[in-house]
Each structure stands twice: as C-alpha cells, then as structure tokens.
C-alpha cells in the first residue's frame, strides 16, 4: 500500500498474532503517513528472527504514532508494555478506541503528548525499552530532534526502528553509536533495524 496522501482516510491491516488480518481505518489527517502494509510485515520478519517470535517481554515505544500500525501490531503479537505516543488527539482516541474493542490493557497504551517533550519524563521515570520505533512527519527533522534521548531509553540489546524520506542524512544515529542492521527502500522512504555499536 502507498502512504497515503495529505487529508486522505484509508485502512491499514495487522499481519499477525491474534487480530491479524483485522483491518484497521486510518482517519483524514494533514501529515498522517502510515507504514505500507508491506514495509510492516517485513519489518516484523526482521523483529521475529531476532526475538523467536517473542514479544510478550518486551518493552515497545512506538513514538509518532500515527495511526498506531507498529503498536498495534506488537499487542496482537503478545506484547503488554507497549507505548504509543502523538500529539494528535483525534489519532489517539481511536487508537484507544481499537484498543478496547480489543479488550486489551498495557502497560502504556496510546497516550496524546510531544515525544520530544515526553522523553525527559520517561527517561527520570528510568524506563527502558527493548524496541523504539521512530517514523516521524517528513520534512520537519524530528529524527535528529529525538536521537540525543535514544542511549538513555535503551539498553545495550534494544533495537531502533527507524522510517525516513529516502533523502534523508542518519549521521545523527551512527555519530550516537548505533549501527544499521537491515535495511530496505521504496520510492518514498527509507527504513531500517538499528543497534548499538559493539
């Protein structure tokens, strides 16, 4: 599926564990880029060779998280500590809504904030997690904004995910010391599996 166009609504799949196949909509908004379905699933094959197919005891930040594809999908995977973070409310809310529908509690569920401005609290609270996800708005830098927080909210086995314009300089990440695992390509983005240098 293509990223969707500025203001135009569509519909996301998830591609496995328990609410795969469901098909997820994704609301009418300015910016509002979700993963191509199969971006995601190729992502998930890199995740599930590293983890054993194993979520279940990981801690996830999907940061700008959009229409939630990569949380959601990490929930219907078996994780239970995963965070969804945008400042749009109207995402987030259904984000929450699918949630519930779900019948489905984390520990972090979909919260409306800043991630720039909500990584300093997370990182006093001394949370730590085993996958961040960051695929932020084009256009706007967010990537490099963010990397300076990535060390403090990871430990030495956590794993970057990170979708970007296919023009885009990832100096900030390698000058941080972390390593491009994998990566793949479309006519749009460029997306990777991050990890720390050894």
Same mark, same amino acid.
């Given at each position: 599926m293509a990223a969707l166009k500025h203001n135009q609504a569509g519909k996301i799949r998830i591609i496995g564990g328990t609410h795969r196949r469901q098909m997820i909509s994704v609301i009418a908004h300015q910016g509002l880029r979700p993963s191509a379905d199969r971006v995601r699933e190729t992502v998930f094959n890199w995740m599930n060779h590293q983890w054993g197919g194993v979520f279940a005891d990981k801690a996830i930040l999907d940061a700008f998280t959009g229409s939630? &594809?990569?949380? =959601?999908?990490? $929930?219907?995977?078996?994780?239970?500590?995963? =965070? %969804?973070?945008?400042?749009?409310? &109207?995402a987030i809310t259904q984000i929450q809504q699918i949630l519930k529908n779900w019948g489905v509690q984390t520990n972090g569920g979909a919260t409306q904030a800043d991630v720039l401005a909500l990584c300093p609290a997370l990182i006093a609270q001394g949370k730590i997690f085993d996958w961040i996800v +960051?695929?932020?708005?084009?256009?706007?830098? %967010?990537? &490099? &904004? $963010? *990397?300076?927080? +990535?060390? !403090?909210?990871?430990h030495a086995d956590s794993w970057l995910y990170?979708?970007?314009?296919?023009? %885009?300089? =990832? /100096? *900030?990440?390698a000058?941080? /010391?972390?390593? !491009? $695992?994998?990566? /793949?390509?479309? !006519? !749009?983005?460029?997306? /990777? =599996?991050w990890r720390k240098a050894t």
């Open positions: 939630g &594809a990569f949380g =959601l999908e990490c $929930i219907s995977r078996g994780a239970t500590d995963v =965070l %969804m973070v945008d400042n749009h409310a &109207a +960051l695929d932020p708005p084009f256009e706007r830098d %967010m990537l &490099a &904004a $963010i *990397a300076p927080y +990535l060390n !403090q909210l990871t990170v979708e970007v314009e296919a023009k %885009m300089n =990832l /100096g *900030a990440l000058a941080l /010391g972390w390593t !491009q $695992i994998k990566e /793949g390509r479309t !006519q !749009q983005v460029a997306y /990777g =599996l």
